[in-house]
């Protein structure tokens, strides 16, 4: 395997994947599509089995470390307003997208037979500001609720930061445990073509045309507006504000693109986020122990700008709800503000939610989608992680922390895991 690059692995599996899917759907192979559903489930519970630890260390790791980046307030500032700044741009173009195709004209859905999606915490503003701050320690790692596992590292990332050297214990051992589940979740991402096989395998033999039919306008929505941010927003702000070459920088990160769109998460893909925001990249290692995690918990365009625009446009239209200039102006709104409602999770259910909710549109417009929801959410992970990527690099361009020498040079193999949080950056 290592004759081959980790990228042409994952279009190997990418190509075996859909192959399978189709000879299982065409030839109705039922124990080839179990096979690849459970193939594809195994990978994404390795997946999620490391996302508890993972983000409370990161989080920790990464607040912690901006005591010894030079000039960090300005940094973190300018990290934030560049993730707003690209969400308002990105959910303006899907809301202009949306009113060109309309995504919910004409279409025909059993509106009656949906039934609201009940989450907790997600259905008004009170509930997801409340919903932030656990109610048991405990429950936030069991229950998997990313947000509140962001909110007590970014807490405690503080605390150690004011406590100093007492808090020195802490640190090391967070960034131990930092380092062990990079590793072992890098083992699991090793394993992503025959992941991959299964994910898309399944998606192809269990998603046909007759399920994508009625709602084809509104997928072809997202993937075109996702297309939108990926090859057009992005590049333009690499070039013009970052000064560097797009098409190099899409060849340094594609791996990590390419894992994101199949494993449908931001946070499994955070090592291979991380590494090639740093070590193809050349984005200084230390802010990027802070941007990188961050992004991947709350930097969301695929999830929480282009499709909540598209899909609130979708069900006003099935209900035959109109919307005015200041429920678009809600949305964008809601896009900025509560993306870290998706906090890194496969899907983006809770963000939806939160705009419908918002906008007062029926939540049983949640439930027309869920269907098709894994096939839309390839794509908006893609553009999120792709996002995750861009911002540091713009961020470290501006602030003279991004080695262009790394950037341009050919892209580096990715065979050995990240480089642990604890190890000082190479001289």
């Known amino acids: 395997m290592k004759r081959f690059s980790f990228s042409l692995q994952l279009l190997a599996g990418l190509v075996v994947g859909i192959a399978l899917g189709f000879a299982a759907r065409v030839w109705d192979l039922a124990w080839l599509a179990d096979t690849l559903t459970e193939v594809g489930k195994i990978f994404v519970q390795l997946l999620k089995l ?12 990464s607040v912690a470390n901006l005591r010894n980046v030079n000039g960090a307030a300005r940094l ?63 429950t936030a790692f069991t229950e998997l609720n990313v947000l509140q596992i962001v909110f007590l590292g970014v807490v405690l990332g503080a605390a150690a930061i004011a406590l100093g050297d007492k808090a020195e214990p802490f640190l090391n051992f967070s960034r131990s445990v930092l380092d062990l589940v990079q ?40 993937y075109i507006g996702c297309f939108i941010v990926l090859l057009a927003i992005y590049p333009t702000l690499l070039a013009v504000v970052g000064k560097v070459n797009p098409i190099q920088f899409f060849r340094n990160s594609w791996p990590a693109i390419e894992l994101a769109f199949v494993s449908r998460s ?23 122990a802070f941007a990188v995690p961050f992004g ?37 709104f809601v896009s900025v503000v509560g993306s870290a409602a998706t906090a890194g999770l496969t899907g983006a259910i809770v963000m939806l939610t939160l705009t419908l909710s918002t906008l007062g549109l029926p939540l049983e417009g949640v439930g027309l989608l869920l269907a098709i929801d894994p096939i839309l959410d390839m794509i908006r992970t893609a553009t999120n992680v792709t996002g995750q990527i861009v911002v540091p690099v713009l961020v470290a361009r501006s602030e003279g ?27």
């Open 50 to 61: 490391a996302v508890p630890p993972l983000v409370f260390t990161a989080v920790v790791v």
């Open 76 to 138: 973190a500032s300018k990290t934030l307003f560049w993730f707003l700044a690209t969400a308002l741009v990105s959910v303006a173009f899907a809301i202009a997208l949306g009113l060109i195709i309309n995504p919910g004209q004409g279409v025909t859905l059993d509106t009656g037979a949906a039934k609201a999606v009940d989450l907790e915490g997600a259905g008004t503003w009170v509930d997801f500001l409340t919903g932030i701050i656990p109610t048991n320690i405990v």
């Open 183 to 222: 590793k072992a979740l890098w083992w699991v991402i090793r394993l992503a073509p025959i992941g991959t096989a299964g994910l898309i395998g399944k998606s192809v033999a269990n998603y046909g045309w007759d399920l994508l039919a009625p709602l084809a306008k509104l997928s072809a929505g997202v």
């Open 266 to 288: 931001s946070v499994g893909t955070l090592p291979l986020t991380q590494k090639v925001t740093i070590e193809r990249n050349g984005v200084d290692r230390d802010y990027a």
């Open 296 to 332: 991947a918990t709350t930097k969301m365009d695929g999830c929480a700008s282009v499709y909540p625009a598209l899909a609130a446009i979708f069900v006003a239209q099935v209900y035959n709800i109109p919307l005015s200039v200041g429920d678009y102006l809600l949305i964008a």
């Open 401 to 427: 922390r991004l080695d262009e020498a790394v950037f341009n040079a050919p892209p580096a193999p990715l065979t050995d895991a990240p480089r642990g949080a604890a190890e000082p950056a190479l001289a």
